[in-house]
């Protein structure tokens, strides 16, 4: 199995600890950098190969992963000379991707099985599986329905029960048929021209340990968490 694994971005909402570093660089724990983790978790999982995009300070990754063989995978790279969004890196390394594969974002914690994930979207025969995760939102607010200038209902601070995006996706290479390459093409254009084609994603929901470490207070989380989550991280790694 292949994976394409997201580490072109810069950061921004992790600085300062991004000002030196890419994100998926960031240590964890006393050991490991999350990409470390995850190439671990990917080897685990059956996973042989992955082409890692990079951009923002994609000389470090490079030379911190080399080509994979300390992990047991063979690692490649594409270079984004300029930001092309979730998909769009996979529009220039088409001739190197399998037919199915695995796309994820290099800033992820989560004991989810990313084999299991391109297994279930083989399966599916959907044109691609996005992995689910529950959020409850709560509102701080009073909400009000109201209706022609009347008030017809209220709640008070309720909360909303949500399924999101992991980051994780399982894709086929026909999928991404008819793009342009060098273009910016992001998730959500991809999944609503799905939705309008009436090709709807397949979605693997996952109701174990997830993290996305997208600001300061996830990447201290993450570091609180990892001793008592390091077994369940690493298994099998």
Not at 143 to 171: H, I, N, Q
């Amino acid at each position: 199995m292949h994976a394409v694994i997201l580490a072109g971005g810069k950061g921004v909402r992790l600085r300062p600890y991004t000002t030196a570093l890419p994100k998926p660089l960031v240590p964890i724990g006393d050991q490991h950098a999350i990409l470390e983790i995850v190439l671990r978790q990917l080897a685990a999982s059956g996973f042989a190969s992955c082409t890692i995009a990079i951009g923002h300070l994609g000389h470090i990754i490079r030379a911190y992963v080399g080509n994979g063989s300390q992990w047991g995978l063979r690692v490649g790279y594409s270079t984004e000379d300029s930001p092309l969004g979730t998909m769009g890196p996979l529009l220039t390394m088409m001739d190197r991707l399998p037919e199915d594969f695995l796309v994820m974002n290099g800033d992820i914690l989560t004991d989810l099985d990313y084999g299991e994930v391109v297994r279930s979207h083989r399966a599916s025969g959907a044109p691609l599986t996005v992995a689910t995760y529950a959020r409850k939102v709560a509102i701080d607010f009073g909400v009000l329905t109201t209706e022609g200038g009347r008030v017809t209902g209220f709640a008070e601070k309720p909360s909303m029960d949500y399924r999101v995006s992991m980051g994780v996706y399982g894709l086929s290479r026909e999928t991404l048929a008819g793009y342009t390459p060098g273009l910016p093409l992001g998730f959500d254009e991809l999944v609503l021209d799905l939705l309008a084609a009436e090709k709807p994603p397949h979605a693997y929901d996952f109701d174990g340990y997830w993290l996305d470490i997208g600001r300061p207070d996830d990447y201290d989380r993450a570091n609180a968490e990892f001793t008592t989550h390091r077994g369940l991280l690493l298994k099998g790694a």
